[in-house]
């Protein structure tokens, strides 16, 4: 039997795909999620393997999570994001991270897992209704002020006097932004704004008595510097980034697939 | 056409609108029981008996001119009714389309259950709720206070006032709305109350308890013989069947159940979380909770709810068998062992809960709370509190009367089972893997 496990992530935007063997992340993939999203689950286990001179023999199991989980049929089985983002920290959580709360910001979900001192899953909220402090957001948001995603955060570290969004939803808040635009407002002031809205509408979501432990930042959104930041100053507290965040419920996914093999 | 006229075909097609959305929903959940797998035989005549009532919109199936009498709480005593001669039928609703019309009617934080009712009592179209000659509403928290006076004003309605602690004094008090209670009930169907038809209204309630604590009895039984969805229907349906032919259909079933148990036969052989169903009421069609545990891979094993085997669990006990022993026991046994969360001190709640985890192996709580329903949302922290002791993980669902919240509820019921299932050795996979 094989040592190594794959976890597949098949997001709302991309398929992430991680290789876990001997405890520890071996290598990562991602693309995006495409028509046939089996197909390039398949062709995206192969690269890895290839990469990683493995075979398929070398895989014991292989576990789905995601939206698409359920059409992943190369998959031995699958399993909610929940768990498999609350897997996923025990490899992912920087050292000194106690388990606590995970607020995982996702392309068009943010959900925020409390996990009890082992680490196992003890609730959740999610906001899957609206695309409101979720990627979507961020990237429609971006488009108005002319830049990418991924300059989002940097630029929004450079605000001298952020602004107030008030709106919740992303329809509301883009003419927000736009008459913003408008009226001659510095867009680094805009996106902090965006930031600090974001995150006062995900804090809402947290829960008052959950407050054992630390936090940590998963999904694509932990990988914006200027919404971590605004987590930090709302929230008054440490506020951990993990590694690999994007892969987060793909290598937890792998770690329980590690369980089965 | 003149205005009246028009009016009255505008109203036509309202009322045509609301009956097909109301017969589709219900029609569509006994679908959903009946396809999921392993429903026990005999088990027909209670689909048969809430397919009449929501689908076919029709009273409950009795001789012509049996009364019948509505209830909207398990502490308004059966046997008082039928010592009347006449029937009970529980009103408690859990119709969407009723819920949506009671919107407008009842304020927004009104829980769903009492906006259901308003919204059946407005459109005038459940015969259920038209046939019937008297209704008692027990008082048993905000809402239906105000829903006893909204009834009120449409048809006879006795409010009984029930007690918030259970000291002898509430009780005697609770004794005396009970008589209040049997002259509203001569009163509405012209008979007397007597002894002998007492005894008789007890001997009927009997015959079903009897039955009900065998097939909880066999329910128990793990490997589980029968899921939970369809012991939900099972109890669902009496709120519409006299009690004696509710028994002698269940006794059927608990034949089939005991000839299962014999075979070896269970509902599936897979290791399913056996999971405890508590909270607010879940009543038909509303069963999107069980049918999402048990579609996700767990398995109702037990219910503590007042549609569910709460409403007849505990018999009557008579110490004295005069007119007044009787009626004395009818009281007792709506208040004392009951854990209706309407009660200020509600330990006794606990402890039922904790004696349906060990009798039925629990692994998992489900806490269902309708939204608004206050008393029950109360309950919920020292309820995770007491079993988080024991180790047994408690998960809270908020739902209301609706199907826009499904998707949500099923991902935190399918993490909840795989929270349980993780605890569990996992199943390993042998086959050599040759490619992807």
């Known amino acids: ?261 | 056409m003149n205005i009246q006229t028009s009016q009255m075909l505008r109203q036509e097609r309202q009322n045509k609108r609301f009956t097909d959305k109301q017969t589709q929903t219900a029609a569509k959940y006994l679908r959903r029981l009946i396809e999921l797998p392993g429903e026990p035989e005999g088990i027909e005549p209670f689909y048969y008996a809430l397919g009449r009532i929501y689908v076919k919109m029709q009273g409950l199936d009795l001789p012509q001119g049996t009364k019948t009498v509505g209830t909207y709480c398990v502490m308004a005593p059966q046997e008082l009714i039928y010592a009347a001669g006449a029937v009970p039928v529980k009103l408690c609703s859990g119709n969407y389309t009723a819920f949506s019309i009671g919107e407008d009617i009842a304020p927004r934080d009104a829980c769903p259950l009492v906006k259901a009712v308003a919204g059946f009592k407005q459109t005038g179209l459940m015969p259920v709720y038209e046939d019937c000659s008297l209704m008692v509403v027990p008082v048993t928290c905000d809402c239906k206070k105000k829903v006893a006076g909204m009834l009120g004003e449409m048809c006879d309605v006795m409010t009984m006032h029930v007690p918030a602690t259970r000291g002898d004094d509430e009780i005697d008090e609770f004794v005396s709305q009970l008589y209040t209670f049997a002259e509203r009930l001569e009163q509405a169907t012209g008979n007397r109350i007597t002894y002998k038809t007492l005894a008789d209204g007890f001997a009927k309630v009997g015959y079903a308890q009897r039955e009900l604590s065998e097939f909880i009895r066999l329910k128990k039984q793990n490997p589980y013989l029968i899921r939970g969805s369809h012991t939900m229907a099972i109890m669902n349906a009496a709120a519409y069947m006299p009690a004696d032919r509710w028994a002698a259909a269940l006794n059927r079933v608990n034949v089939s159940l005991r000839r299962r148990a014999a075979a070896g036969q269970t509902v599936t052989t897979k290791k399913l979380p056996r999971i405890l169903l508590t909270g607010s009421p879940i009543v038909f069609p509303n069963l999107k909770i069980p049918l999402l545990i048990e579609e996700m891979g767990g398995i109702v094993a037990a219910d503590e709810t007042c549609m569910g085997e709460r409403g007849m669990y505990d018999p009557p006990v008579i110490t004295d068998d005069s007119f007044d022993g009787m009626i004395r026991a009818l009281a007792n046994r709506s208040l004392r062992p009951c854990p209706c969360p309407t009660f200020a001190d509600n330990s006794q709640r606990l402890y039922r809960l904790k004696q349906l985890i060990a009798d039925n192996h629990i692994q998992g709580v489900i806490y269902h709370v309708l939204r608004g329903c206050l008393v029950y949302d109360f309950e919920y922290k020292r309820i995770e509190e007491e079993l988080g002791k024991l180790g047994i993980p408690v998960i809270r669902l908020e739902s209301d009367y609706n199907e826009e919240d499904v998707e949500q509820l099923r991902i935190r019921i399918e993490a909840f089972i795989e929270l349980i299932k993780l605890r569990q050795a996992p199943e390993k996979r042998t086959e050599v893997r040759t490619a992807f």
Do not use: W
């Open chain 1, 1 to 261: 039997m094989g040592n190594y496990y794959i976890g597949l992530d098949g997001g709302s935007t991309y398929l992430k795909v991680a290789l876990v063997g001997y405890g520890k992340v071996v290598d990562t993939l991602v693309r995006n999620t495409g028509i046939d999203n089996d197909g390039t689950a398949r062709k995206l286990a192969a690269e890895l393997c290839a990469r990683n001179n493995l075979t398929p023999q070398d895989i014991g199991y292989i576990m789905a999570t995601g939206y698409s989980r359920k059409v992943l049929e190369v998959a031995d089985d699958d399993i909610s994001e929940i768990t498999a983002h609350a897997y996923g920290v025990r490899l992912t959580a920087p050292q000194g991270y106690r388990p606590g709360m995970i607020i995982d910001i996702g392309g068009q979900d943010s959900k925020i897992i409390y996990l009890d001192e082992n680490g196992a899953v003890r609730n959740f909220s999610m906001n899957d209704k609206c695309a409101a402090g979720t990627g979507k957001f961020m990237e429609v948001i971006a488009q108005i002020l002319e830049t990418t995603i991924d300059k989002v955060g940097p630029l929004s570290l450079e605000a001298t006097n952020p602004c107030d969004i008030n709106s919740t939803c992303v329809v509301f808040a883009q003419s927000e932004v736009i008459s913003l635009v408008a009226r001659k407002y510095d867009r680094r002031d805009i996106l902090a704004g965006m930031h600090l809205s974001m995150v006062r509408r995900m804090i809402k979501m947290m829960k008052k008595s959950e407050k054992g432990g630390d936090i940590l930042m998963t999904g694509g959104g932990a990988l914006n510097v200027g919404l971590h930041r605004a987590f930090e100053q709302e929230l008054m507290r440490d506020v951990f980034v993990a590694d690999f965040p994007q892969f987060n419920g793909a290598i937890g996914a792998a770690l329980i697939a590690s369980e089965r093999g």
